[in-house]
């Protein structure tokens, strides 16, 4: 799963799980150190293909940023 910037995994303890970027580069490296791993990711938004044991998913990467506001009464 991937959301604001982050990648999750489930049961997949001890694995090797890599993101390439849309020319097949390597662009990040994790062991995956629990059943249940979350981590920030580093990158652009944009589209990447995760790689972990023998799954592989195209996912779309988005960052988001809170812009605030003044003067204004909410």
């Known amino acids: 799963v991937a959301e604001a910037g982050k990648i999750s995994v ?4 001890g694995e090797t799980l890599n993101v390439y970027d849309i020319a097949g580069r390597i662009v990040e490296t994790v062991t995956v150190p629990s059943d249940n791993f ?3 990711v580093n990158l ?3 589209v990447y293909v995760v790689k972990v044991a023998n799954k592989v998913v195209k996912i779309r990467l988005l960052k ?3 812009i605030g506001f003044t ?4």
């Open 10 to 13: 489930k049961n997949y303890e």
């Open 38 to 40: 979350t981590f920030d």
């Open 44 to 46: 652009s938004s944009g």
């Open 64 to 66: 988001f940023f809170f």
């Open 71 to 74: 003067g204004c009464d909410v």
